[in-house]
Structures are given as structure tokens and as C-alpha cells.
């Protein structure tokens, strides 16, 4: 049973533009939420948080937007840079393990 | 100190040896966490420790499967009579307590062949 569900496998976006991640959850007990970066031959890398007391957060070129009444969330990355190119998780912490609740991630490509 | 440090970066095995991983985590977190990737899916959490202590074990650790942190330091994940099934990437985070943005290492990739 996926609680957190990334439905998008792949996204090609072009640099400059903007790229949107998102992510669903079905938990509606997880109350905070993270974005998670990944490069081949290398472990994930944290890249940014919301609390669920809080419908956006910002960092640099990265925000993360939440709509609790929907159970969505989403990333946006502007402009799109080719380093971006990489896979991106959306994880919640709990849903049956006191560690993160990972989906499945979204390989986001950024041609030039 | 330079983050998550994991050893080997890959192991191949034959079915049914055991196998011993190494993970070393930054040196002021308390929380070390094992987590398995497999292709096409997210990491999956396995089991964590609070210091020496190990507080949570998921189902996904089969009896073969067991994790040491002796004293609170580097941590240990052996598996017992490996599977076909086993071959995936074997992550290990660490954190301090209450911080969810783990520092995650490199992995070991294991190969059961």
C-alpha cells in the first residue's frame, strides 16, 4: 500500500523553465514532508521540508507547495538548471516506521 | 568529517553466503538508519538506532537479516544465507534526533548471484 505516491516517472523539462514535481499521500496523519534529490552511484540528498502548519516554503530556486485538503504536494524548481537533472523523492515521516515513507520518485531531465 | 561513509560501494555474492556491511555515520548524530532501494522504487526503511539502542525493526527484515551499533558508533547490517531477492541498495542515513533530513551515504550495492 503506497502511502506516498509519485505518479510521474519521468519529466523532461527545458532549461530555464520551471519544473513541477508532484506528490500524493494518502496518510492523513503525516504532518510534515521532505524532497529528496538523488544522483546515480550516490545516496539521496536532502533538498527541502514543509510542516503541514504551512501551505508553501522557499528556498532559492526551490518551493514546495502543500494542499493539505487535497493531500498534494508539489515542488517547483525555477529556472531549471541541467544540474538539476536527477531523481527526486517526496517522503513523510511515519506511515507504520518511525523512519521516512519514501514513493517511488520522479527522474526529472533538463535538456538544453 | 565528511559525511556518511559506507563500505563496500559493491559486493557480489554467490546464493546462500553471508554478507556484512559497514556504515559510518557523522559523528554527532544519534540516529543511524538502514534503508533497501531497489530499482524503480524509493528507499525502504529497514531499521533504525538510537545510540546503541535499536528501537525499530521493520518486516522487511526477515530473520536473516540483522544490524548492530555497538557503542553507539559505526553500524553493522549482516545478511545471513542471501537470496536472489536480496540483491538491491542498502542505504544507511544518519541524524540527529527530531531531524528528518537525513544525510544519506553512498550505498552498497549487493549483487546475489
Known amino acids: 500500500d503506497q502511502q506516498v505516491k509519485q505518479n510521474s516517472p519521468s519529466l523532461s523539462v527545458q532549461e530555464g523553465r520551471i519544473s513541477i514535481l508532484n506528490c500524493d499521500y494518502t496518510?492523513?496523519?503525516?504532518?510534515?514532508f521532505l524532497w529528496y534529490k538523488k544522483y546515480p552511484a550516490e545516496g539521496p540528498t536532502f533538498l527541502i521540508s514543509?510542516?503541514?502548519?504551512?501551505d508553501k516554503n522557499e528556498d532559492g530556486r526551490f518551493t514546495v507547495f502543500l494542499n493539505k485538503s487535497a493531500k498534494h504536494l508539489s515542488l517547483h524548481i525555477v529556472p531549471s538548471q541541467p544540474g538539476d537533472s536527477a531523481v527526486y523523492f517526496c517522503?513523510?515521516?511515519?506511515?507504520?516506521?518511525?523512519?521516512?515513507?519514501f514513493g517511488k520518485g520522479t527522474h526529472l531531465i533538463i535538456q538544453p | 568529517d565528511t559525511g556518511v561513509s559506507q563500505d563496500p560501494r559493491h559486493k557480489i555474492t554467490k546464493r546462500g553466503q553471508n554478507v556484512t556491511f559497514r556504515c559510518d555515520p557523522i559523528?554527532?548524530?544519534?540516529?543511524l538508519y538502514w534503508y533497501r532501494q531497489t530499482l524503480g522504487q524509493g528507499p525502504e526503511f529497514l531499521t533504525y538506532?538510537?545510540?546503541?539502542?535499536?528501537?525499530?525493526k521493520s518486516r522487511l527484515l526477515s530473520d536473516r537479516f540483522s544490524a548492530e551499533r555497538p557503542k553507539g558508533s559505526f553500524s553493522t547490517l549482516e545478511i545471513q544465507r542471501t537470496e536472489q531477492g536480496d540483491s538491491a541498495m542498502y542505504l544507511c542515513?544518519?541524524?540527529?534526533?527530531?531531524?528528518?533530513?537525513?544525510?544519506f551515504g553512498s550505498g552498497t550495492r549487493l549483487t546475489v548471484v
Open positions: 542515513a544518519s541524524s540527529d534526533t527530531g531531524n528528518y533530513g537525513y544525510t
Open positions: 496518510n492523513s496523519m503525516f504532518d510534515y
Open positions: 514543509i510542516s503541514s502548519i504551512k
Open positions: 517522503a513523510a515521516p511515519g506511515g507504520g516506521a518511525d523512519g521516512l515513507t
Open positions: 559523528s554527532e548524530h544519534n540516529r
Open positions: 538506532f538510537q545510540n546503541e539502542a535499536q528501537l525499530e
